[in-house]
């Protein structure tokens, strides 16, 4: 049986794994796609094969380029195209310098780390849906991002005060802050830090202003005015997980290559505690006023895309500024789905998920079409409701059979021993939403490699505990997508890209 599975419609294929004979090959670490998929009889693509491919190869890549990109590791490119900025995007991974961690330990630590910022996540905004309406309490920033965790892994660069920035990347949180000096704990990072002093386009917040009161809610800002004069307007953003970063509110230029925008709100950081992966900052490109496409509307008109790239040495992505649609290379059309509203977490991002299908066949699951999920480029792996998970494993499973099953991995319960094959054909996996899209998961975005010998490749999708939980599209599922946000218009466009910046 092995080498051969039942996959629907697709009877008269040949099969296409093939079994390795000698040596065992070393898979993997990023492995590449090949071909991508094969017409069934019932029309329309259900499988896509996986190229599993050397790991020492890969290895030997990985060295020279982080060899030959030392000095700046964190050095990105941009360009420009009509009214369009785009900015290079890449992996954290890519950036990070020494390699000392093993392969397992590393992919454990990302899904522990993950968890631990979906379980925060998940308490947060219940404790927001549910809390009482004349309780008084602010709330804080409704986000966790991930980093004490290292998940938000990529990153661009920008120019604040005329300063190389670098920004973690977060469409789940609202304010942009960088570390400051003078700074009284912060972790280190690659690039001179921000400071004000040096900066004469700088201004700060006075917190009796106006400004200042109306970011009671976005900023984290206290409301409370007393403490040390100058009386800045402070902000705090705590991460649910002890981590956060607290400094005052402050005006410079933001530019995005050569666009500017003057004024531009953003959290001069003076106590910041966190992994950030040396990165100056992050970036909140979330839903609320404070959140930097709301900030620079006039010039974007609230548009903007990103394709994210694979962990692999050579993949660069791009973040796109502004809907000139002639900068995507996407391969397939464009869907859009509609962003529908949530009042009780208004500054994410939430699609209505009314299925999910495997190969051809569509799940079935009382929580479609109920909910509705969000779309995070900070969470890896993406969570789904028990329902919709059970019914997606159980036909994953059927379709993806006869390979030799491996031990669960963290919060990863399907997993498989793929060290004997150097292909494999996966089921497409789909996921649909209200508005007529869908997004398809690209191949590379399905498994998940606990071993870089492929001896424990586990589907790279997690229950969540409850039914009621919230459904989260992690950025592992979002490779090698064109993602477009239409902030005014509440659409979200996906269409498949193999992302390279050039
Ligand atoms: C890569 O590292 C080697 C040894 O550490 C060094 O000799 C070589 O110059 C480096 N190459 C680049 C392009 O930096
Ligand atoms: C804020 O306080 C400063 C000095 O304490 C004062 O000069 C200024 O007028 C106040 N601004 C507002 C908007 O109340
Ligand atoms: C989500 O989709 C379902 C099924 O099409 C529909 O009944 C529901 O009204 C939609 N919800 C929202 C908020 O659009
Ligand atoms: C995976 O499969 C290979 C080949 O069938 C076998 O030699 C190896 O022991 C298996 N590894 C694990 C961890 O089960």
């Known amino acids: ?58 290895k030997t890549a990985i060295t020279s380029s982080s060899n030959s990109s030392s000095s700046n590791s964190l050095s990105h490119r941009s360009r420009q195209r009509k009214g369009a900025i785009i900015l290079e995007i890449i992996h954290r991974d890519h950036c990070s310098g020494q390699e000392t961690a093993t392969w397992y330990d590393k992919a454990e630590k990302t ?26 309490t602010l709330p804080q920033i409704p986000l966790t991002s991930g980093i004490k965790f290292q998940t938000l892994n990529y990153i661009v660069s920008v120019a604040l005060g005329g300063r190389k920035m670098s920004l973690i990347v977060d469409t789940g949180s609202d304010l942009t802050w960088v570390q400051c000096q003078p700074c009284r704990v912060c972790y280190n990072q690659q690039d001179p ?4 002093s040096f900066s004469p386009s700088y201004r700060s917040i006075s917190c009796n202003s106006s400004t200042c009161q109306s970011l009671l809610f976005e900023a984290g800002n206290s409301g409370t005015c007393s403490g040390m004069a100058p009386q800045t307007c402070s902000y705090t953003v705590s991460y649910g997980d002890g981590s956060y970063t607290r400094g005052e509110l402050g005006l410079d230029t933001l530019s995005l290559r050569t666009v500017s925008v003057s004024s531009f709100i953003f959290g001069c950081g003076r106590n910041n505690k966190g992994l950030f992966g040396g990165a100056s900052g992050l970036m909140g490109l979330g839903r609320s006023s404070v ?23 050579t993949s660069t992505g791009s973040l796109v500024f502004g809907g000139d649609s002639s900068v995507y290379k996407n391969s397939t059309p464009f869907s859009y789905a509609d962003i529908i509203p949530n009042l009780q977490l208004p500054t994410f991002y939430f699609l209505n998920l009314t299925g999910v299908s495997v190969g051809t066949v569509a799940l079935e699951s009382p929580s479609f079409g109920k909910a509705g999920i969000l779309i995070d480029s900070g969470t890896v792996i993406s ?19 006869g390979f030799p099953s491996a031990p669960g991995f963290s919060i990863l319960d399907t997993c498989f021993n793929l060290s004997s094959y150097q292909e494999v054909d996966i089921p497409d996996i789909k996921m649909h939403f209200g508005g ?20 424990q490749v586990c589907l790279a999708v997690a229950s969540l505990t409850y039914e009621d939980d919230i459904g989260i599209i992690g950025n592992y599922q979002q490779k090698n997508q064109r ?4 902030t005014k218009g509440n659409k979200l466009g996906m269409a498949k890209e193999t992302c390279n910046f050039i």
Do not use: H, W
């Open 436 to 455: 007529n899209a869908q997004l398809v998961v690209d191949v590379m975005g399905v498994f998940y490699f606990a071993k870089s010998d492929a001896s």
């Open 483 to 486: 993602i477009i946000y239409d």
């Open 291 to 313: 959140s930097l496409i709301s900030q620079a509307s006039a010039m974007f008109g609230g548009v903007f895309s990103y394709c994210l790239p694979s962990a692999e040495a």
């Open 383 to 401: 969570r789904l409701q028990p329902s919709i998970y059970r019914a997606l494993k159980v036909e994953f499973l059927r379709q993806f059979s």
């Open 193 to 196: 830090m921000f400071n004000p």
């Open 111 to 136: 899904l522990i780390s993950d968890d631990a910022r979906v379980r925060s996540m998940q308490s947060r905004m219940k404790s927001l849906i549910y809390r009482k309406k004349d309780e008084v």
């Open 1 to 58: 049986m092995a080498g051969l599975r039942g996959v629907s419609a697709s009877s008269s294929r040949p099969p296409i794994l093939q079994i390795l004979s000698a040596p065992r090959l070393l898979l993997i670490l990023a492995l590449l796609v090949a071909a991508t998929g094969y017409p069934d009889g019932a029309g329309g693509k259900a499988l896509s094969s996986l190229n599993l491919r050397s790991f020492l190869e890969q």
